[in-house]
């Protein structure tokens, strides 16, 4: 069955880095494009960064540009996500998705459109 499993929240000081991962199983990791999202309590899902499926381009929600860069290994069906220069409101849940769909032409910073998702890892930032 199809799995996303992310790892590589924890907790860390403002101005910290984290690194997330994003293992995938049970479909053709190649053919879809990746998102990351993230919640915070009392808020709604939020994109944070997408990538196509060959990894040669990403987008990033204003508040992620210059700090987080995501990739993906798709010999190794996985995603990253590496996170720098953390700040509290960055805290949530992270989740991982898989999106089927020509880049160029899905809007890949909404959620709903997303096939597939991880349960999420926990990311808190401290002041």
């Known amino acids: 069955q199809v799995q996303l499993v992310e790892s590589g929240g924890g907790l860390v000081q403002a101005g910290g880095s984290l690194r997330l991962s994003c293992a995938a199983s049970?479909?053709?990791?190649?053919?879809?494009?990746m998102g990351w999202f993230r919640q915070a309590p009392g808020k709604e899902r939020e994109f944070v960064a997408a990538i196509r499926r060959s990894g040669s381009s990403a987008v990033y929600a204003d508040s992620a540009k210059g700090r987080f860069t995501m990739s993906r290994d798709n010999a190794k069906n996985t995603v990253t996500l590496q996170m720098n220069n953390l700040n509290p409101v960055d805290t949530g849940v992270y989740y991982c998705?898989?999106?089927?769909?020509?880049?160029?032409?899905?809007?890949?910073?909404?959620?709903?459109?997303?096939?597939?998702w991880g349960q999420g890892t926990q990311v808190t930032v401290s002041s």
């Open positions: 998705a898989a999106r089927w769909g020509s880049y160029g032409v899905i809007d890949v910073t909404d959620a709903t459109g997303y096939n597939y």
């Open positions: 049970g479909f053709t990791f190649a053919t879809y494009n």
